[in-house]
């Protein structure tokens, strides 16, 4: 485990997602073409060669499911709580443990906490103020401790918005946070919480690496300018699209997502006697959301060269979990359950554009409403049921040396069925459904820790791994599933596909005093039935088809290091310096065959991540003043499964002051901030493979990283 506390999420500028700050630590790569990490089309967080859908996510306890940009089981990270009511969040980077509820964590898995509301009355205002427009509120009130029983809540609130960096577009959220914790005699308590979101961003054009070096890093969708738009639809180039390799695939007038989230728990913690402890959970979320492209592939009723898709989203969960915990001798063992109920509504309306002159089109930031469209191309509903049980023994074998086994069963089941098809646009008379089920009644996990001297121990982790079938309808492209298919003979081959699996294998060395930490760890995933999504076609008609790859074999290597160099020094005791560097090789074990044939990938690196990452970040503080500067470096991505296409290595650089002011009046702890991203300005490509991946060659997978941008913050606690 390791963990960004609220130190490293002050450190960055307010609104930044926690995954980016947990980007910062060894094995961790997180990838946006935002400053915040906040933009959901290109925020991207792998660990050791595992991808954001392959890892756990939970929110103090309770599944957040996978992430990613069209998340069918949970909600996003950034709209389940705001990033200032995070106590920290922290990361199992080998394997998740066995009682984490997720069906996604063939590697690990990122736990966030949540702040308790306070025992004393106050609160939190800040305002932050930056490049593109950036205007950002925050403001968080603590009750304190209402009565003799300790009653207290805290509500918080934050209004976001901020321009795009290139192009035309307001990228906005509002959201709200509510957390009341009631204890319940001595030792029990009862914790609730309450989450709204309302989230809408204007997307980046995608980009190849033909658009990039024809047109440039900033070339954008047309929004709002329609009438260029409404000419490339028509073949006349007014931005020397006609140079590029696809001239209609980089001509898009708009692209955007909305998204509206509601979610709540209530937890009950018990110890019931001194050796037995329970703990409960009860959880419901929803997310509607819906994402737009007006495309110059189709046209409107009304003649107009140009159409209006708006893909549906809406997941709804209801789900609990139970879990308890007994001492006795040496053991401390610990079982329990975790039962989900998910129905997600996936579909796609398209709507008519105007005539050129004659109207005008719909703002990317509005929902529009399905009545309004002049065809349900297709609709699916997908109702999945997930049953989990685990149980685990750690084993204090002497005060330095413990040991933990445990395991975890599995039994994931999704059926689906059509709401709605249209031939002329599907292409099918009818679309296939039926029911896909992953079941393991038996994944292992073993570990232990020996701490040989005060400041060193070594550990040893050992897990198999499994997670169940994607959903989603037939789009396809970068969420292809089996159901993504309207063939019947590729649907049927599909549902016969087996859920992924791993093994995986982690040891290492720590040590700690008060000059250094340092951690060394080695690890190796034997990974099998990995299943890719192969991407062709232009992005607005993208043709992904789920494949099994065979197996991945990974091994990879990483270090860190955190000097305190004086730490006795009264001038520069605040001074420290950290430095991590990390290695992964993930290679393909197996070619494999489609309809075109047979594809020589063994031995290839898996897409989208980088081979070699370095980090390095200095720190300063003395008296009520802070300076951080931190750098990454990221060798070369692969874009396609050959690796014959890449995105080159970068190197990004980020500034952080602080100055903290005595109290005046009511106001305490009053502090100015100013944080730079991008502080050299580094020209490089921010995400990759947000499209999926090519078997070969180049293709429209890419987002820029974001210029240089600036942010100011002005903070206050009452």
């Known amino acids: 485990m390791q963990s960004a506390s609220r130190t490293m999420l002050d450190n960055s500028a ?7 700050v947990l980007g910062q630590l060894p094995g961790v790569v997180f990838t946006s073409a935002d400053p915040f990490g906040a933009y959901e089309w290109s925020a991207r967080i792998y660990s050791r060669g595992f991808s954001e859908n392959q890892l756990g996510f939970t929110l103090d306890g309770i599944p957040l499911g996978e992430q990613g940009y069209n998340i069918y089981n949970g909600l996003s990270t950034t709209r389940a709580v705001i990033t200032e009511n995070l106590h920290d969040t922290s990361i199992s980077q080998g394997a998740a443990a066995v009682d984490v509820a997720s069906t996604s964590a063939l590697g690990g898995a990122v736990s966030l ?13 800040e305002q932050t103020f930056g490049s593109n427009s950036g205007f950002r509120t925050f403001a968080r009130v603590d009750s304190g401790r209402l009565n003799s029983s300790g009653t207290k809540f805290s509500a ?13 577009g307001t990228n906005a959220t509002q959201q709200v946070n509510f957390k009341f914790y009631q204890p319940l005699g001595e030792r029990s308590s009862l914790t609730g919480y309450f989450d709204w979101s309302s989230h809408q961003e204007v997307d980046n054009q995608d980009l190849s690496l033909n658009y990039i070096h024809t047109l440039g890093t900033r070339v954008d969708n047309y929004y709002p300018n329609y009438a260029a738009a409404y000419d490339a639809a028509l073949g006349i180039y007014t931005h020397g699209e006609n140079l590029t390799d696809d001239p209609m695939d980089v001509s898009y007038y708009e692209s955007s997502g909305l998204r509206k989230d509601y979610f709540g728990y209530l937890t009950f ?28 592939y189709g046209s409107s009723p009304n003649g107009a060269p140009l159409q209006l898709q708006g893909y549906t989203l809406d997941v709804s969960r209801i789900g ?73 023994d750690t084993y204090q074998i002497t005060r330095n040396f413990r040991i933990n086994a445990g395991f975890k069963s599995m039994l994931v089941t999704t059926h689906d069925g059509i709401t709605a098809n249209d031939p002329s646009y599907t292409g099918y008379g009818s679309l296939p459904s039926g029911t896909m089920t992953a079941f393991d009644p038996f994944l292992p996990q073993v570990s232990a820790n020996y701490r040989f001297t005060h400041d060193d121990e070594v550990f040893f982790d050992m897990a198999e791994t499994m997670r169940a079938f994607s959903q989603f309808g037939l789009s396809g492209g970068a969420s292809a599933s089996a159901w993504s298919v309207g063939d019947p003979a590729q649907f049927h081959q599909a549902m016969r596909l087996k859920p992924e699996k791993a093994w995986v294998f ?75 560097i990390s290695f992964n090789r993930s290679t393909f074990d197996n070619n494999f065959t489609d309809s075109t044939g047979v594809h020589h990938i063994a031995g290839k690196l898996i897409p989208n991540y980088p081979e070699l990452t370095y980090k390095t970040s200095l720190m300063y503080r003395y008296g009520p003043a802070s300076v951080n500067v931190d750098a990454q470096y990221m060798s070369r991505r692969y874009i396609s499964y050959m690796n014959d296409a890449w995105a080159p290595h970068n190197w990004v650089m980020n500034l952080g002051a602080r100055y903290q002011f005595p109290g005046y009046g009511i106001l305490q702890h009053i502090s100015l901030e100013l944080n730079v991203y991008n502080l050299l300005n580094a020209d490089y490509i921010g995400t ?5 991946n090519p078997i070969s060659g180049d293709y429209q997978t890419m987002l820029i990283g974001a210029p240089r941008q600036y942010f100011g913050t002005v903070r206050a606690e009452f």
């Not at 709507?351 to 050129?356: C, F, K």
């Open 14 to 20: 307010p609104g930044t997602s926690a995954l980016k």
């Open 506 to 580: 982690e040891m290492g060395y720590r040590h700690d005093d008060r000059w250094l930490s340092a951690l060394v760890t080695a690890y190796r995933v034997n990974f099998e039935n990995r299943q890719q999504v192969v991407s062709s076609g232009p992005i607005i008609q993208l043709v992904g088809v789920l494949n099994n790859v065979g197996g991945v074999t990974t091994d990879g290597a990483e270090g860190s290091l955190t000097l305190h160099p004086f730490p006795d020094s009264r001038l520069f005791k605040g001074l420290s310096w950290y430095n991590s």
């Open 688 to 692: 990759v493979g947000e499209q999926g």
């Open 156 to 168: 918080s609130f934050t209004d976001s918005t901020i321009d795009k960096w290139k192009g035309y």
């Open 113 to 125: 906490h949540t702040l308790m509301p306070s025992d004393r009355a106050g609160g939190l205002v």
């Open 320 to 392: 609990f979990l139970v879990a308890a915990g007994y001492r006795i001798a040496h053991n401390h063992l610990r079982a329990g359950i975790w039962y989900e109920n998910n129905q997600f509504n996936n579909g796609l309306y398209l709507y008519q554009d105007p005539i050129l002159g004659q109207g005008t089109p719909p703002s990317p930031t509005t929902w529009l409403n399905p009545k309004n469209a002049f065809d349900h191309a297709y609709g699916y509903v997908f109702n999945t049921n997930t049953f989990q049980t685990f149980f685990e």
């Open 269 to 296: 913690k018990s110890d019931i006697t001194d050796r037995l402890d329970v703990n409960a959970s009860f959880y419901y979320s929803n997310s509607a959301g819906l994402s737009t492209f007006t495309s110059p």
